[in-house]
């Protein structure tokens, strides 16, 4: 565990990387279905699944890895001191939400698979402590996510809806709720281009309840970055207020609608029926920010903008009153914040109002700085000057955001910013900046500034290494564990083999993950366990380009790792996709010794002869392997694929791959005295061109093995069967199949160099249900799919599972290359106790699990 802390007088922060999760959710309205060659029982079907993410990856410190946060925010819950945080991770495509729950940080994907990015990325919270984001996807489309609890312990699903999809390249966007939970949206459409309202008066926990965009409420100034957004409370309603940059001032404007719909029809029917100037502001300013106290009746105007030379303070003197009663007009500069230049906010500049009438705000100083400054009198005119939160590399103006929320409470600040150069530690990452005394002057040197990344997570998955790199498997007494390798140092190069094992049986359980020892570069990944529990876990080294062993002393991984090599050691040469070399472990449970048995698949070498499915057994108390067999030779160069093996308690071991040379699809292969010898290999089906994600598995209630697999390019599932006992399982014409999936759209959006990314499940109850698990993909639902043959046959419309906070409808983008929809490289095991357990990369490019039965 790697484990960050600030130790502070008032509050303690701990940024952790977890090696167990404890973030099951339940997911509703999943019911059941199976998979098997005859009809059996119903019991153990999947009819109330459990998701939770296994494992969300280690940030690097490579300078390669990709910018964390360069759009961000951040807002204090209701009724607590504890700040929570939205961000852009350009790594996974997503938005995250970050939130400290009193003990640790909890990360959550809010939306993933942006085929752009997503910018200007603002948060607020319900007075109930839902919190609600809202973005620009940095072109037509501004979105809005409401999460579904306010809870702290659970991990939450964030609903999504579109506000507004008119739009060329959306930015400035701006988010608002007053006390009445109502809220605002404030956004331009464009650069230079027209400025938009969004509100929701009643039921905002809902993004059915927002209103469609107004009409025109003014045009604003070429490359603005932030506007202003506020309620003015009259005493009995909210009234909201805006300012904008624009063409020759930045202005504001009041809406004294009391009925708030009549806001959207355009700025005829606001105050003064046109925007008001923010004199001396100048022309095309980058930003303006706005502090109206919603909590007094009548309260002033107040704002900050850039006004070309530095930050300029303005605030309303209104004959008659302020923001509800006076006689609105220009609100005159008040001066500038000393010691503040042309530069200063022209990126990132966040103003707030607290209780007892000071104010904040951090800014950005070029690329160079984040600084704060503050009021301590109670005066909006008499400004500190700044203290530095933070020197660091900033990304220039236009191209980063972040966030400030203070916390009156406990007389602190925090705000929310993006290194993006190579500076230690976790270059590019979001950062936590932390005001520890913002009762005094922000340039006095008690205030304390610090920073500290805020989320050290990474991605599981990398494009340019895919390959199946995650196996399942159970212990005898039903507990789950999986084998994979995590890229989060973002180089395919660079991976680190992990095994993770569950606490308990219970889906509440934690799982604990440790990283393998003196492993290069880990890929295609077995994992299978000896009848003392003890795992076995094979791996290709890309470095070495060797198949290696290695096992664990303890069930848990927690002994000592012994690694052995292959004894292949002619010339493997490396392979090109969609061929890889791949690894099948499995046991010889017919000896009285723990025997494992090695099956490789060697796509690429020397010698074509030798390319092809090789299989050797081990003695693990010598060292000694076996002679090596050739069980076939695929005779071509980038030949073969998805190895898969299964074995049972009498010696019986089952393989089946994908021969990518003459014959062109998938192949089995069986050994009925643990590995010593194997039948010549067969076809399983006449069709071709279809193999790939296969997994195979030994049916328990006949011995008999089944296949599933896809078509990549017919966007088919399959599931092929031996129709008799196992020695006859060697004869093409004893096999039969059926199509769990038959799609018009499927898996469409793959090349064949990526249908490495596909996987599928298999698994069987003690009475012979077949379950398939499997990703539909993008061009259809972009969901999970659990099917099963408990009827006597597969339907062709399968259960689905949607990926936390994957949403096809609303992104349209969402695909297995940005790992944004649920499924990719999955694995299924049924355990003795009778649970189903399916882990998958998933949204946010990270490990997940779903389960059954437990």
Same mark, same amino acid.
């Given at each position: 565990?790697?484990? +960050?802390?600030?130790?502070?007088?008032?509050?303690?922060?701990?940024?952790?990387?977890?090696?167990?999760?404890?973030?099951?959710?339940?997911?509703?309205?999943?019911? @059941?279905?199976?998979?098997?060659?005859?009809?059996?029982?119903?019991?153990?079907?999947?009819?109330?699944?459990?998701?939770?993410?296994?494992?969300?990856?280690?940030?690097?410190?490579?300078?390669?890895?990709?910018?964390?946060?360069?759009?961000?925010?951040?807002?204090?819950?209701?009724?607590?001191?504890?700040?929570?945080?939205?961000?852009?991770?350009?790594?996974? @495509?997503?938005?995250?939400?970050?939130?400290?729950? !009193?003990?640790?940080?909890?990360?959550?994907?809010?939306?993933?698979?942006?085929?752009?990015?997503?910018?200007? $990325? #603002?948060?607020?919270?319900?007075?109930?402590?839902?919190?609600?984001?809202?973005?620009?996807?940095?072109?037509? =489309?501004? %979105?809005?996510?409401?999460?579904?609890?306010?809870?702290?312990?659970?991990?939450?699903?964030?609903?999504?809806?579109?506000?507004?999809?008119?739009?060329?390249?959306?930015?400035?966007?701006?988010?608002?709720?007053?006390?009445?939970?109502?809220?605002?949206?404030?956004?331009? #459409?464009?650069?230079?281009?027209?400025?938009?309202?969004?509100?929701?008066?009643?039921?905002?926990?809902?993004?059915?309840?927002?209103?469609?965009?107004?009409?025109?409420?003014?045009?604003?100034?070429?490359?603005?970055?932030?506007?202003?957004?506020?309620?003015?409370?009259?005493?009995?309603?909210? +009234?909201?207020?805006?300012?904008?940059?624009?063409?020759?001032?930045?202005?504001?404007? $009041?809406?004294?609608?009391?009925?708030?719909?009549?806001?959207?029809?355009?700025?005829?029917?606001?105050?003064?029926?046109?925007?008001?100037?923010?004199?001396?502001?100048?022309?095309?300013?980058?930003?303006?920010?706005?502090?109206?106290?919603?909590?007094?009746?009548?309260?002033?105007?107040?704002?900050?903008?850039?006004?070309?030379?530095?930050?300029?303070?303005?605030?309303?003197?209104?004959?008659?009153?302020?923001?509800?009663?006076?006689?609105?007009?220009?609100?005159?500069? !008040?001066?500038?914040?000393?010691?503040?230049?042309?530069?200063?906010?022209?990126?990132?500049?966040?103003?707030?109002?607290?209780?007892?009438?000071?104010?904040?705000?951090?800014?950005?100083?070029?690329?160079?700085?984040?600084?704060?400054?503050?009021?301590?009198?109670?005066?909006?005119?008499?400004?500190?000057?700044?203290?530095?939160?933070?020197?660091?590399?900033?990304?220039?103006?236009?191209?980063?955001?972040?966030?400030?929320?203070?916390?009156?409470?406990?007389?602190?600040?925090?705000?929310?910013?993006?290194?993006?150069?190579?500076?230690?530690?976790?270059?590019?990452?979001?950062?936590?900046?932390?005001?520890?005394?913002?009762?005094?002057?922000?340039?006095?040197?008690?205030?304390?500034? *610090?920073?500290?990344?805020?989320?050290?997570?990474?991605?599981?998955?990398?494009? =340019?290494?895919?390959?199946?790199?995650?196996?399942?498997?159970?212990?005898?007494?039903?507990?789950?564990?999986?084998?994979?390798?995590?890229?989060?140092?973002?180089?395919?190069?660079?991976?680190?083999?992990? *095994?993770?094992?569950?606490?308990?049986?219970? @889906?509440?359980?934690?799982?604990?993950?440790?990283?393998?020892?003196?492993?290069?570069?880990?890929?295609?990944?077995?994992?299978?366990?000896?009848?003392?529990?003890?795992?076995?876990?094979?791996?290709?080294?890309? %470095?070495?380009? #060797?198949?290696?062993?290695?096992?664990?002393?303890?069930?848990?991984?927690?002994?000592?790792?012994?690694? +052995?090599?292959?004894?292949?050691?002619?010339?493997?040469?490396?392979?090109?996709?969609?061929?890889?070399?791949?690894?099948?472990?499995?046991?010889?449970?017919?000896?009285?010794?723990?025997?494992?048995?090695?099956?490789?698949?060697?796509?690429?070498? !020397?010698?074509?002869?030798?390319?092809?499915?090789?299989?050797?057994?081990?003695?693990?108390?010598?060292?000694?392997?076996?002679?090596?067999?050739?069980?076939? @030779?695929?005779?071509?160069?980038?030949?073969?694929?998805?190895?898969?093996?299964?074995?049972?308690?009498?010696?019986?071991?089952?393989?089946?791959?994908?021969?990518?040379?003459?014959?062109?699809?998938?192949?089995?292969?069986?050994?009925?005295?643990?590995?010593?010898?194997?039948?010549?290999?067969?076809?399983?089906?006449?069709?071709?061109?279809?193999?790939?994600?296969?997994?195979?598995?030994?049916?328990?209630?006949?011995?008999?093995?089944?296949?599933?697999?896809?078509?990549?390019?017919?966007?088919?599932?399959?599931?092929?069967?031996?129709?008799?006992?196992?020695?006859?399982?060697?004869?093409?014409?004893?096999?039969?199949?059926? +199509?769990?999936?038959?799609?018009?759209?499927?898996?469409?959006?793959?090349?064949?160099?990526?249908?490495?990314?596909?996987?599928?499940?298999?698994?069987?109850?003690?009475?012979?249900?077949?379950?398939?698990?499997?990703?539909?993909?993008?061009?259809?639902?972009?969901?999970?799919?659990?099917?099963?043959?408990?009827?006597?046959?597969?339907?062709?419309?399968?259960?689905?599972?949607?990926?936390?906070?994957?949403?096809?409808?609303?992104?349209?983008?969402?695909?297995?290359?940005?790992?944004?929809?649920?499924?990719?490289?999955?694995?299924?095991? #049924? =355990?003795?106790?009778?649970?189903?357990?399916?882990?998958?990369?998933?949204?946010?490019?990270?490990?997940?699990?779903?389960?059954? !039965?437990?």
């Amino acid at each position: 565990m790697k484990t +960050y802390k600030l130790s502070l007088s008032k509050i303690v922060f701990t940024l952790a990387v977890i090696t167990g999760c404890d973030k099951d959710a339940t997911v509703a309205n999943l019911s @059941s279905d199976s998979d098997v060659s005859s009809v059996g029982s119903t019991a153990n079907t999947c009819s109330a699944p459990s998701t939770s993410v296994i494992w969300s990856g280690e940030r690097s410190a490579a300078a390669t890895v990709a910018a964390r946060g360069t759009w961000s925010d951040i807002k204090i819950m209701p009724s607590s001191t504890y700040p929570g945080s939205v961000y852009a991770d350009v790594g996974c @495509s997503c938005i995250k939400y970050t939130y400290w729950n !009193g003990t640790e940080w909890k990360t959550e994907v809010i939306s993933s698979g942006s085929s752009t990015s997503f910018t200007y $990325i #603002r948060l607020a919270y319900l007075s109930t402590g839902i919190p609600v984001a809202v973005w620009s996807n940095s072109t037509t =489309t501004l %979105q809005l996510a409401i999460r579904n609890t306010e809870s702290l312990s659970t991990e939450g699903s964030w609903a999504i809806t579109n506000l507004d999809t008119a739009g060329t390249a959306i930015r400035s966007v701006e988010l608002k709720i007053n006390p009445s939970d109502q809220v605002a949206v404030l956004y331009a #459409r464009n650069t230079a281009g027209t400025a938009h309202l969004i509100l929701c008066t009643s039921n905002c926990s809902s993004g059915s309840n927002y209103s469609s965009p107004s009409t025109t409420l003014g045009t604003v100034g070429t490359n603005p970055n932030s506007f202003g957004l506020g309620w003015c409370y009259s005493g009995t309603s909210y +009234y909201p207020v805006i300012a904008l940059t624009g063409g020759t001032n930045s202005s504001f404007g $009041i809406c004294r609608q009391s009925t708030l719909s009549n806001c959207l029809t355009g700025i005829a029917s606001w105050a003064g029926g046109a925007l008001q100037t923010l004199t001396g502001t100048g022309t095309n300013r980058a930003s303006v920010q706005l502090a109206i106290d919603d909590s007094t009746a009548d309260a002033a105007v107040r704002s900050v903008a850039q006004n070309g030379s530095a930050l300029a303070y303005h605030q309303s003197s209104f004959a008659g009153g302020g923001c509800s009663a006076g006689t609105i007009g220009a609100i005159a500069s !008040g001066g500038t914040i000393s010691g503040t230049t042309a530069n200063s906010g022209n990126a990132y500049l966040e103003l707030q109002r607290v209780t007892g009438n000071n104010y904040h705000i951090v800014a950005n100083e070029g690329t160079a700085s984040v600084r704060y400054y503050n009021t301590t009198t109670g005066s909006f005119t008499t400004w500190n000057a700044s203290g530095t939160v933070a020197t660091t590399t900033l990304a220039a103006a236009g191209a980063i955001r972040g966030g400030l929320a203070v916390d009156v409470t406990l007389g602190q600040a925090y705000t929310t910013f993006a290194r993006t150069a190579a500076v230690s530690p976790f270059p590019g990452n979001l950062m936590f900046g932390w005001v520890e005394n913002t009762t005094v002057t922000s340039n006095n040197a008690t205030a304390a500034f *610090y920073e500290t990344p805020l989320t050290l997570d990474g991605q599981v998955q990398t494009l =340019t290494n895919q390959v199946p790199n995650l196996s399942v498997a159970a212990t005898s007494a039903g507990i789950p564990a999986t084998a994979f390798v995590d890229y989060s140092s973002g180089s395919a190069t660079v991976g680190s083999l992990k *095994y993770a094992i569950r606490t308990g049986s219970l @889906s509440s359980d934690n799982w604990s993950v440790r990283t393998l020892p003196a492993v290069s570069q880990p890929q295609a990944v077995s994992l299978a366990f000896d009848s003392d529990n003890k795992p076995w876990i094979g791996f290709f080294d890309q %470095q070495s380009l #060797r198949f290696l062993l290695a096992t664990n002393t303890a069930t848990d991984g927690t002994g000592i790792w012994s690694t +052995y090599y292959f004894p292949f050691r002619t010339a493997v040469t490396a392979a090109t996709a969609p061929a890889y070399h791949s690894v099948a472990i499995a046991m010889d449970n017919s000896s009285s010794s723990i025997l494992p048995v090695m099956i490789v698949g060697v796509a690429n070498h !020397g010698t074509v002869a030798n390319t092809g499915i090789w299989s050797a057994r081990l003695n693990p108390t010598t060292g000694d392997w076996s002679s090596v067999t050739q069980i076939d @030779s695929t005779n071509l160069a980038n030949s073969n694929s998805n190895l898969t093996a299964d074995f049972d308690g009498s010696g019986n071991i089952v393989a089946a791959y994908f021969d990518r040379g003459a014959n062109n699809r998938i192949e089995y292969a069986q050994s009925t005295n643990g590995g010593v010898t194997w039948s010549t290999p067969t076809h399983v089906t006449l069709l071709t061109g279809i193999g790939m994600g296969a997994k195979i598995k030994i049916n328990p209630s006949n011995t008999r093995p089944a296949i599933t697999y896809f078509d990549r390019a017919s966007n088919r599932v399959y599931y092929s069967y031996c129709t008799t006992a196992l020695a006859s399982c060697t004869t093409l014409s004893n096999w039969s199949y059926s +199509y769990p999936e038959n799609l018009t759209a499927g898996v469409s959006g793959l090349a064949a160099t990526s249908d490495g990314l596909l996987g599928t499940g298999l698994s069987f109850t003690s009475t012979g249900t077949a379950y398939a698990v499997y990703p539909i993909g993008a061009g259809n639902t972009g969901l999970l799919a659990f099917n099963d043959n408990s009827s006597g046959s597969f339907p062709l419309s399968s259960t689905l599972l949607a990926g936390k906070n994957s949403n096809l409808t609303l992104n349209t983008a969402i695909s297995a290359i940005n790992f944004g929809q649920p499924g990719w490289n999955v694995d299924s095991v #049924r =355990t003795s106790t009778g649970s189903l357990h399916s882990l998958y990369i998933g949204p946010g490019n990270w490990l997940y699990g779903t389960s059954c !039965g437990d």
